[in-house]
Each structure stands twice: as C-alpha cells, then as structure tokens.
C-alpha cells in the first residue's frame, strides 16, 4: 500500500476546505482536452485515455479511465512514462460502486474508506485496479490502462504546474 507524507494529508485537507491556492485539473474524456487553471496560467492539453475509454473505470484491466473527483497525490520524476503525476484514485464513490458490483468485498471497501479518512492512499492492489496517473509518452490514441496521457512537451509543462494537492475533476 502507498503511504504518502504526511504534507500529502495536509494539502488534502487545504484543497478539501477550498484553499484558494489549489488549482484545477479538469479532464474531458469525450473531448480527449485536460484544462489546467491556476495561479493565473491557464492550459489546454490533448490528451490519450484508457484503451476503453467511455464509461466509469470499475475493475482491474477494464482500461477504462476513472470519473469523478481527485487530488493529485505526487510527482514522479522518474516514470517510465517519462514523468507522471498520481491520482487518488479509488475515491469513496469509486469503492460504493464497485462493492455496489460485487467488484470488491465489504472489508475491501471498508479498508478504502478508513485510507482516505486517515489521509493515506488507499490500496492500488484491489480488485478495481489501481495506480492511475497523468503522464507522458504520448496523446495521439487511447492507448493506457486507464491513465491520462500527454505528450512529453505538454506534460512537462503540466509537471511544473501542478503541485501535490491540487484538484483533478474527470468528466465523461
């Protein structure tokens, strides 16, 4: 399971009480664009998407890209996808709906809700798949496992913009 810092649980709660400092990631799945607004600078990305890409991600291998509201949880400058940033995904609407399935058992989901109430990230190895991403190599197709990604140009831009903490809103 990932443990982050505890700063993590820290700009969770800024972000979650409205800081006016956190800025917005704004996905549009149909449209294949992420909006980036903060500090002044807004951006407008291409982006690829899971290789199945309509519909709510549910399970494991699905390919589906997840929907709903997230943080930005931390910055890997060594990704193998050149860089990336992590999403909090599953969220606790992600793990009703998958329990709601029969996708994970109630501890499972039990165990998601006590993670994001105690600030931690919740397991990324459950049934509902994990370890989603915003990152680079490449926007030209839906070619992920349910990442978001952009090419290396755009998402190195992206990577100085956002900051752990910062608002990811993914929209059909």
């Excluded at 105690?118 to 070619?143: E, L, V």
Aim: aromatic residues 8%.
């Amino acid at each position: 399971m990932l443990n982050y810092p505890s700063v993590i649980l820290a700009l969770f709660l800024c972000v979650a009480s409205g800081a006016a400092w956190a800025a917005q990631i704004t996905v549009y799945k149909a449209k294949r664009v992420l909006e980036y607004k903060g500090d002044g600078v807004a951006r407008t990305y291409k982006i690829g998407l899971g290789g199945s890409p309509v519909g709510r991600k549910l399970r494991q291998g699905d390919r589906k890209t997840p929907e709903g509201s997230y943080v930005i949880t931390h910055k890997n400058p060594q990704s193998q996808y050149y860089l990336s940033l992590g999403i909090s995904y599953p969220n606790l609407d992600d793990a009703a709906l998958a329990r709601k399935a029969g996708v994970i058992s109630g501890a499972q989901q039990a165990a998601i809700e006590t993670a994001i109430q105690q600030g931690r990230a919740p397991s990324q190895q459950t049934p509902m798949g994990g370890d989603i991403f915003i990152h680079g190599k490449g926007a030209g197709s839906d070619w992920t496992w349910g990442c978001i990604a952009l090419d290396d140009k755009q998402m190195r831009e992206l990577y100085e913009l956002v900051r752990p903490g910062d608002k990811v809103s993914i929209l059909p």
